[in-house]
Protein backbone atom coordinates (compact mmCIF):
# COMPACT_ATOMS: atom_id res chain seq x y z
CA UNK A 1 0.00 0.00 0.00
CA UNK A 2 1.12 3.53 -0.73
CA UNK A 3 1.05 6.27 0.79
CA UNK A 4 -1.53 8.70 -0.48
CA UNK A 5 0.39 11.65 -1.01
CA UNK A 6 -2.44 14.10 -2.12
CA UNK A 7 -4.76 13.50 0.98
CA UNK A 8 -2.62 13.72 3.86
CA UNK A 9 -0.04 16.30 5.85
CA UNK A 10 1.76 14.09 8.22
CA UNK A 11 3.64 15.40 11.33
CA UNK A 12 6.65 12.63 12.43
CA UNK A 13 7.07 13.69 15.58
CA UNK A 14 10.12 12.03 17.06
CA UNK A 15 12.82 10.78 14.60
CA UNK A 16 16.50 10.48 14.70
CA UNK A 17 18.00 11.45 11.55
CA UNK A 18 21.28 12.22 13.23
CA UNK A 19 21.70 7.90 13.97
CA UNK A 20 24.93 6.38 12.30
CA UNK A 21 21.97 3.88 10.39
CA UNK A 22 21.05 6.98 8.05
CA UNK A 23 24.44 7.79 7.47
CA UNK A 24 24.25 6.20 3.71
CA UNK A 25 21.18 8.07 2.81
CA UNK A 26 19.97 10.23 5.27
CA UNK A 27 19.01 13.07 2.48
CA UNK A 28 17.24 10.67 0.51
CA UNK A 29 15.24 9.56 3.79
CA UNK A 30 14.53 13.42 4.19
CA UNK A 31 13.27 13.16 0.35
CA UNK A 32 11.24 10.19 0.79
CA UNK A 33 9.62 11.48 4.05
CA UNK A 34 8.26 14.69 1.94
CA UNK A 35 7.02 12.23 -1.06
CA UNK A 36 4.82 10.66 1.58
CA UNK A 37 3.04 13.85 2.47
CA UNK A 38 5.27 13.88 5.75
CA UNK A 39 5.87 17.59 5.71
CA UNK A 40 6.80 17.91 9.14
CA UNK A 41 9.29 16.09 11.70
CA UNK A 42 11.15 16.46 15.00
CA UNK A 43 14.44 15.22 15.07
CA UNK A 44 15.10 14.36 18.88
CA UNK A 45 18.79 14.07 20.68
CA UNK A 46 20.21 12.32 23.31
CA UNK A 47 22.91 13.55 24.66
CA UNK A 48 24.90 17.06 23.72
CA UNK A 49 26.68 15.66 20.51
CA UNK A 50 23.60 14.12 18.95
CA UNK A 51 21.53 17.04 20.18
CA UNK A 52 23.89 19.39 17.95
CA UNK A 53 23.15 16.78 14.93
CA UNK A 54 20.04 17.29 15.12
CA UNK A 55 20.23 20.90 15.02
CA UNK A 56 22.58 21.16 12.71
CA UNK A 57 19.92 18.52 10.39
CA UNK A 58 16.78 21.01 11.12
CA UNK A 59 19.21 24.20 10.21
CA UNK A 60 19.68 22.79 6.44
CA UNK A 61 16.43 21.38 6.08
CA UNK A 62 12.67 23.03 5.58
CA UNK A 63 10.32 20.83 7.68
CA UNK A 64 12.90 19.56 10.37
CA UNK A 65 12.80 20.53 13.68
CA UNK A 66 15.31 19.92 16.82
CA UNK A 67 14.54 18.94 20.65
CA UNK A 68 17.52 18.65 22.53
CA UNK A 69 18.26 17.11 25.38
CA UNK A 70 19.81 13.99 27.88
CA UNK A 71 18.43 10.56 27.66
CA UNK A 72 18.34 8.36 30.88
CA UNK A 73 20.18 5.89 29.28
CA UNK A 74 23.35 9.09 29.22
CA UNK A 75 22.33 10.29 32.41
CA UNK A 76 25.43 9.14 33.73
CA UNK A 77 27.74 10.31 31.31
CA UNK A 78 26.01 14.21 31.35
CA UNK A 79 29.30 16.39 31.70
CA UNK A 80 29.12 19.21 34.87
CA UNK A 81 27.47 21.69 32.54
CA UNK A 82 25.27 20.38 30.44
CA UNK A 83 22.59 22.52 31.61
CA UNK A 84 24.39 25.57 30.54
CA UNK A 85 24.86 24.21 27.22
CA UNK A 86 21.36 23.24 26.90
CA UNK A 87 20.15 26.60 27.92
CA UNK A 88 22.61 28.07 25.07
CA UNK A 89 20.89 25.66 22.41
CA UNK A 90 17.53 26.26 23.29
CA UNK A 91 17.06 29.25 22.74
CA UNK A 92 17.86 28.61 18.46
CA UNK A 93 14.66 29.14 16.51
CA UNK A 94 14.84 25.56 15.11
CA UNK A 95 14.47 24.32 18.63
CA UNK A 96 11.13 23.13 19.86
CA UNK A 97 11.49 21.16 22.92
CA UNK A 98 13.94 19.63 25.32
CA UNK A 99 13.80 16.04 25.24
CA UNK A 100 14.42 13.56 25.40
CA UNK A 101 14.48 12.78 29.11
CA UNK A 102 12.66 10.59 31.65
CA UNK A 103 13.08 7.04 33.20
CA UNK A 104 14.63 3.78 31.07
CA UNK A 105 14.09 0.71 33.76
CA UNK A 106 14.49 -1.93 31.61
CA UNK A 107 18.55 -1.11 30.65
CA UNK A 108 19.06 0.40 33.44
CA UNK A 109 22.06 2.37 31.37
CA UNK A 110 22.25 4.74 34.35
CA UNK A 111 21.79 4.15 37.79
CA UNK A 112 17.98 4.97 38.74
CA UNK A 113 19.01 7.94 40.96
CA UNK A 114 21.28 9.49 38.37
CA UNK A 115 17.98 9.27 36.04
CA UNK A 116 15.54 10.79 38.23
CA UNK A 117 18.16 13.77 39.22
CA UNK A 118 19.05 14.16 35.56
CA UNK A 119 15.24 14.63 34.67
CA UNK A 120 14.14 16.98 37.44
CA UNK A 121 17.20 19.34 36.56
CA UNK A 122 15.99 19.33 33.05
CA UNK A 123 11.96 19.60 33.93
CA UNK A 124 13.53 22.64 35.87
CA UNK A 125 15.50 24.22 33.03
CA UNK A 126 11.90 23.68 30.78
CA UNK A 127 10.42 25.12 32.99
CA UNK A 128 12.63 28.09 33.41
CA UNK A 129 12.79 28.18 29.81
CA UNK A 130 8.72 28.05 29.20
CA UNK A 131 9.46 24.65 26.60
CA UNK A 132 7.50 21.72 26.27
CA UNK A 133 8.91 18.41 27.13
CA UNK A 134 9.72 14.76 25.73
CA UNK A 135 9.18 12.59 27.84
CA UNK A 136 10.87 8.44 27.64
CA UNK A 137 9.61 6.44 29.92
CA UNK A 138 10.08 2.47 29.53
CA UNK A 139 9.09 0.34 32.80
CA UNK A 140 8.94 2.96 35.04
CA UNK A 141 5.62 4.30 34.16
CA UNK A 142 4.89 3.61 38.45
CA UNK A 143 7.34 6.09 39.43
CA UNK A 144 7.09 8.55 36.98
CA UNK A 145 3.65 9.04 37.70
CA UNK A 146 4.31 9.42 41.54
CA UNK A 147 7.09 12.08 40.59
CA UNK A 148 4.81 13.96 38.30
CA UNK A 149 1.91 13.89 41.39
CA UNK A 150 4.56 15.00 43.41
CA UNK A 151 6.36 17.60 41.07
CA UNK A 152 4.98 21.43 41.82
CA UNK A 153 4.81 22.79 38.38
CA UNK A 154 4.80 20.31 35.52
CA UNK A 155 5.57 21.19 31.95
CA UNK A 156 3.62 21.12 28.58
CA UNK A 157 5.00 17.39 27.74
CA UNK A 158 4.65 14.16 25.10
CA UNK A 159 5.08 10.78 26.43
CA UNK A 160 6.60 9.74 23.45
CA UNK A 161 6.69 5.93 22.13
CA UNK A 162 4.03 5.06 24.85
CA UNK A 163 3.91 1.58 25.82
CA UNK A 164 1.84 1.25 28.96
CA UNK A 165 -1.95 0.40 30.04
CA UNK A 166 -5.13 2.71 28.86
CA UNK A 167 -5.44 3.31 32.31
CA UNK A 168 -2.33 5.48 32.59
CA UNK A 169 -2.63 6.94 28.94
CA UNK A 170 -5.77 8.11 30.91
CA UNK A 171 -3.81 9.62 34.07
CA UNK A 172 -1.28 11.30 31.38
CA UNK A 173 -3.48 12.76 29.75
CA UNK A 174 -5.67 14.04 33.16
CA UNK A 175 -2.43 15.79 34.16
CA UNK A 176 -2.20 17.76 30.81
CA UNK A 177 0.25 15.63 28.42
CA UNK A 178 0.41 14.05 25.46
CA UNK A 179 0.78 10.56 24.28
CA UNK A 180 2.19 9.42 21.13
CA UNK A 181 2.40 6.48 19.27
CA UNK A 182 4.88 4.40 16.75
CA UNK A 183 5.35 1.84 14.91
CA UNK A 184 4.49 -1.11 17.48
CA UNK A 185 0.82 0.38 17.12
CA UNK A 186 0.34 -1.14 13.56
CA UNK A 187 1.63 -4.66 15.16
CA UNK A 188 -0.74 -7.72 14.97
CA UNK A 189 -0.61 -8.39 18.25
CA UNK A 190 -0.66 -5.21 20.27
CA UNK A 191 -4.40 -5.27 22.00
CA UNK A 192 -3.02 -3.08 24.97
CA UNK A 193 -1.73 -0.34 22.57
CA UNK A 194 -4.75 -0.31 20.49
CA UNK A 195 -7.17 -0.03 24.23
CA UNK A 196 -5.05 2.85 25.24
CA UNK A 197 -5.14 4.68 21.38
CA UNK A 198 -8.99 4.34 21.96
CA UNK A 199 -9.26 6.12 25.40
CA UNK A 200 -6.53 8.87 24.76
CA UNK A 201 -8.66 11.81 24.30
CA UNK A 202 -8.53 13.12 20.62
CA UNK A 203 -6.77 16.49 21.18
CA UNK A 204 -3.87 14.90 22.93
CA UNK A 205 -3.10 12.12 20.33
CA UNK A 206 0.37 12.22 18.69
CA UNK A 207 1.82 9.97 16.35
CA UNK A 208 6.10 9.51 15.56
CA UNK A 209 8.57 6.94 13.95
CA UNK A 210 11.20 6.73 16.73
CA UNK A 211 13.36 5.85 13.74
CA UNK A 212 15.37 4.02 12.33
CA UNK A 213 13.77 1.82 15.20
CA UNK A 214 9.85 0.19 15.58
CA UNK A 215 9.17 0.07 12.06
CA UNK A 216 5.53 -0.47 11.74
CA UNK A 217 3.98 -2.82 9.54
CA UNK A 218 4.75 -3.98 6.70
CA UNK A 219 8.07 -2.49 7.34
CA UNK A 220 8.80 -4.91 10.62
CA UNK A 221 12.65 -5.96 10.57
CA UNK A 222 13.68 -3.26 8.17
CA UNK A 223 15.39 -0.01 9.55
CA UNK A 224 12.18 2.78 9.91
CA UNK A 225 12.41 6.08 8.88
CA UNK A 226 10.26 9.43 8.81
CA UNK A 227 8.13 8.79 5.87
CA UNK A 228 6.40 5.67 7.10
CA UNK A 229 4.87 7.04 9.81
CA UNK A 230 1.98 7.81 7.46
CA UNK A 231 1.05 3.97 8.83
CA UNK A 232 0.92 4.61 12.05
CA UNK A 233 -1.49 8.04 11.48
CA UNK A 234 -3.66 5.31 9.28
CA UNK A 235 -3.61 2.37 11.95
CA UNK A 236 -4.99 4.94 14.82
CA UNK A 237 -7.48 6.16 12.22
CA UNK A 238 -8.85 3.12 11.94
CA UNK A 239 -8.82 2.23 15.71
CA UNK A 240 -10.66 5.26 16.29
CA UNK A 241 -13.39 4.90 13.83
CA UNK A 242 -12.34 8.05 11.75
CA UNK A 243 -11.68 8.63 8.03
CA UNK A 244 -7.66 9.07 7.36
CA UNK A 245 -7.62 12.26 6.05
CA UNK A 246 -9.44 13.74 9.66
CA UNK A 247 -6.52 11.72 11.73
CA UNK A 248 -4.20 13.18 9.88
CA UNK A 249 -5.47 16.30 10.37
CA UNK A 250 -6.04 15.88 14.09
CA UNK A 251 -2.17 14.61 14.62
CA UNK A 252 -0.92 17.37 12.56
CA UNK A 253 -2.70 20.44 14.47
CA UNK A 254 -1.92 18.69 17.83
CA UNK A 255 1.83 18.22 16.94
CA UNK A 256 1.92 21.97 16.14
CA UNK A 257 -0.05 23.25 18.84
CA UNK A 258 2.31 21.30 21.23
CA UNK A 259 5.64 22.46 19.48
CA UNK A 260 3.99 25.63 19.09
CA UNK A 261 4.56 26.12 15.35
CA UNK A 262 2.23 27.60 12.97
CA UNK A 263 -0.02 25.21 10.94
Given at each position: ?34 E ?21 F ?72 D ?6 I?D ?91 W ?32
Amino acid sequence: MEAEKELFQVFDTHCHLDDPKFDADREDAYHRMLENGVKRCVCVGSDLPSSRRCLEFAEQHDGVYAAVGVHPHEAKDAPKDYLIQLRETLRHPKVVALGEIGLDYYYDFSPRDVQKRIMAEQMELALEMDMPVIFHIRDAHGDMVDFFRGAKKLPSGVIHCFSGSAEIAKEYARMGFYISFAGPLTFKKAPNLWEAACQTPLERLLVETDSPYLSPEPFRGRRNEPGHVVWVMRKMAALRQLPEKEMARITWENACRFYRLNQ
